[in-house]
């Protein structure tokens, strides 16, 4: 079973950074791929960045060139890192996994949420 924990959201002015992170824990699996998806007060969850084991990354449109998704040093932990924020980029960030349980079963895991914060 995989537990996933983010962290860094907050508030911040239109214009700013910040820098999410995303930790799995746990045991007996296997990890492909690592995303972040976000969802708005009153929207859809939507992807915005995913990257996979082999480290290719992909964005939604409305992210490109403005967020970088990142894999750190340590095993299983990823970074979202986001400039030039706007006002519509205000949602919860959810981090999630695709991994094969011991079981090889293949699963997806969802952290808890980071609320960002962006005002205009």
């Known amino acids: 079973q995989v537990q996933l924990g983010e962290s860094g959201g907050g508030l911040v002015q239109a214009g700013g950074a910040l820098r999410l992170s995303c930790a799995a824990s746990g045991s007996g699996f296997t990890i492909f791929h690592m995303g972040w998806d976000r969802q708005a007060p009153g929207k859809q969850r939507e992807l915005v960045a995913v990257?996979?084991?082999?480290?290719?990354?992909n964005y939604a449109d409305s992210v490109k060139g403005r967020f970088t998704m990142s894999r750190g040093n340590a095993k299983n932990t990823v970074y979202l890192q986001m400039i030039s924020l706007k006002p519509e980029d205000t949602a919860v960030y959810y981090c999630?996994?695709?991994?094969?349980?011991?079981?090889?079963?293949?699963?997806?895991?969802w952290g808890q949420g980071t609320l960002v914060t962006v005002s205009s």
């Open positions: 990257i996979t084991s082999g480290g290719s990354t």
């Open positions: 999630k996994a695709n991994y094969l349980n011991s079981g090889f079963k293949p699963l997806d895991a």
